[in-house]
């Protein structure tokens, strides 16, 4: 019964365009563009940026005075049956503004054995850095322009991206007697 | 005849060690690959995982019924907490209102465990700080008081699953509360007891003032919080920054330190201890319906369990979802929080509607602030690396899930 619905879309995308909310508003006027999308209980504003304005877009909502966005809480990697999705919520340490990122990457742009590519934020941001590998690890999306993108919950040699709904445990995986095992 | 000790020829060597995965002060197993100059800490690498349970896999392959019970799991030490951020999230998402009664209780329980969350680590801290005369073993004999609590209402003395989606199981039995008060007026005499050994402490002073000093700038960049950063100087309590449950009913001070260093992480758990007793004084007071007794007294039954009586307040309800195997939550998406004795805990669910959740996605205060140790180290001595290491109250379940 349930696996049936393994595929399904978690939520149903209305047609029409939103209205920017003050997040998205302030990105608009520092000539980032993004999209509102819905949400589910209205009280947090979710837009999704492009991959390539990603860093631009999260400095202006760190550092500017109006939006002090500058507490990362976690960086979560989503495997949706069209797209992947690189998801950034962000706190602030100063006022109770709060605001969700998403970045979007169809799986028909990325190609076949390629891991999908979101640009790294962990150059200037050190909270990224360990989520951004730990996404890499389990989700298997690449942060390119990350300095240490190693796994780091599954050992280094680990095969595969555990939170991919294709991805299939190695039944050896740990025993060591076994000569394909990756131990 | 004297050695020529200035030669330019004459050069220092680094030297790489391994500290764990099985150091008796990691609380766990984590390694640390740390690169030493002499006994001055040049780079440090934390190697984690050994610990990695897949919950986050677990929370998309379980039913959400089966997942409940194991969220425990991902800090053992404040399993409250850690039901309680799934739960809200789910909450959030379906849109549930909790009784009023149920979140008391919430509150009630979860400061208990905050309390011996703290005093783990206080315990464990000073063993850690090389103080093995037997002040170990006093906070712990709280903590038997409290667990036996928690056993008498939760049914566990450490996996509780007391907290569900939509509320919390049961009401505790006919004079817990009593208990309850009994701990809470002795407790604040043993905190003195506890600072009366260690605060003053020459020795403990030596070890942790002005050691491992964390600037306010750092907590921000890496995304710390909980004690650590309030020792910083930053006001982060999710308690009163973005009140939850009955918090705004309740008057409580949030400890804030200046200082940054391991003392000042210290002095904030030991006041953040008094803070609970305080709290938990307050929801006895106001808990609607009362105690159980008063509770029972009212409706006329006797036995505690009994909640189906027809002229029960709904405030005095204690679930507003009925759980069975086969619960689930709607479909949408939700980010919650609450303040675990380690900072933000944190729980992003994605639901389809189905009876398991489409992703399950932890935010752990441990992870975030574990991240920061390698800029923590960098600097101070070998011998330090274990007293600031230990400050920063890591929790190695939390930090791999």
């Not at chain 1, 709060?98 to 970045?103: C, M, T």
């Not at chain 2, 307040?313 to 069975?324: I, S, T, V």
Request: charge should be negative.
């Amino acid at each position: 019964m349930s696996d049936a619905a393994h595929g399904a879309k978690p939520a149903e995308e209305p047609e029409k365009e939103l209205a920017a909310g003050p997040f998205g508003q302030f990105l608009k006027e520092h000539g980032i563009n993004s999209k509102r999308l819905p949400d589910h209980s209205g009280a947090v504003e979710v837009i999704e940026v492009e991959g390539k304005d990603l860093e631009a877009a999260l400095k202006r909502l760190r550092n500017s005075q109006e939006t002090q966005l500058n507490y990362l809480l976690t960086i979560t990697g989503t495997e949706y049956p069209e797209h992947f999705e690189s998801v950034y919520h962000l706190w602030s340490y100063t006022s109770t503004k709060e605001l969700v990122v998403k970045v979007k990457i169809q799986k028909t742009a990325v190609a076949e054995g390629a891991l999908p590519v979101v640009p790294s934020i962990a150059n200037f941001w050190g909270a990224a850095n360990w989520h951004e590998r730990e996404t890499y690890d389990l989700v298997g999306i690449r942060y390119s322009g990350h300095p240490y993108l190693r796994r780091i919950l599954n050992p280094w040699d680990w095969d595969g991206h555990p939170l991919r709904r294709d991805y299939k445990q190695p039944v050896d995986a740990l025993n060591d007697k076994n000569p394909h095992s990756m131990r | 005849m004297t050695l020529e000790l200035t030669s330019p020829e004459l050069k220092t060597q680094e030297m790489i060690i391994n500290m764990g995965p099985q150091h008796p002060a990691t609380h766990g197993v984590l390694r640390l690959v740390v690169t030493l100059d002499g006994e001055i800490v040049k780079h440090v690498e934390p190697v984690l995982g050994h610990l990695h349970r897949a919950q986050e896999w677990q929370g998309q392959n379980r039913t959400i019924f089966q997942y409940q019970a194991l969220i425990d799991r991902v800090d053992y030490l404040s399993g409250m907490f850690t039901s309680w951020a799934m739960a809200r999230s789910a909450e959030e998402i379906d849109g549930l209102k909790v009784p009023k009664r149920a979140e008391y209780l919430r509150v009630i329980l979860s400061e208990m465990n905050r309390i011996t969350s703290h005093l783990l680590w206080l315990g464990t801290y000073l063993i850690d700080l090389g103080a093995m005369f037997g002040f170990p073993f006093y906070p712990f004999r709280e903590r038997e008081k409290l667990f036996d609590l928690f056993e008498a209402v939760a049914g566990q003395r450490m996996m509780f699953n007391y907290i569900r989606i939509g509320g919390v199981v049961r009401n505790p039995p006919f004079g817990w509360f009593d208990k309850l008060k009994q701990f809470l007026d002795e407790f604040p005499d043993r905190i003195d007891e506890y600072e009366a050994i260690v605060t003053e402490n020459p020795i403990f002073l030596k070890r942790t003032q002005g050691v491992g000093y964390l600037s306010p700038e750092v907590a921000m960049n890496y995304g710390m919080s909980g004690p650590c950063v309030r020792a910083s100087g930053i006001n982060l309590d999710l308690r009163k920054f973005k009140p939850y449950s009955v918090y705004p009913e309740i008057d409580f001070k949030v400890p804030v330190m200046q200082e940054g260093d391991t003392w000042a992480r210290y002095m904030c758990r030991i006041a953040e201890m008094r803070e609970c007793v305080n709290i938990i004084r307050q929801c006895i007071e106001k808990i609607p319906g009362g105690t159980t007794e008063e509770l029972r007294k009212t409706l006329g039954t006797t036995t505690p369990e009994k909640d189906d009586s027809k002229d029960l307040d709904p405030e005095w309800l204690l679930m507003a979802k009925k759980q069975n195997a086969g619960l689930r939550i709607k479909a949408g998406e939700g980010f919650s929080a609450v303040e675990s004795p380690r900072g933000t805990i944190g729980c992003y669910v994605v639901s389809n509607g189905s009876d398991k959740a489409y992703r399950f996605r932890w935010r752990n205060p441990s992870f975030c602030n574990l991240s920061a140790l390698s800029h923590l180290l960098v600097g101070s001595p070998i011998a330090d690396v274990m007293a600031i290491f230990g400050s920063i109250d890591v929790i190695l379940p939390d930090v791999d899930r």
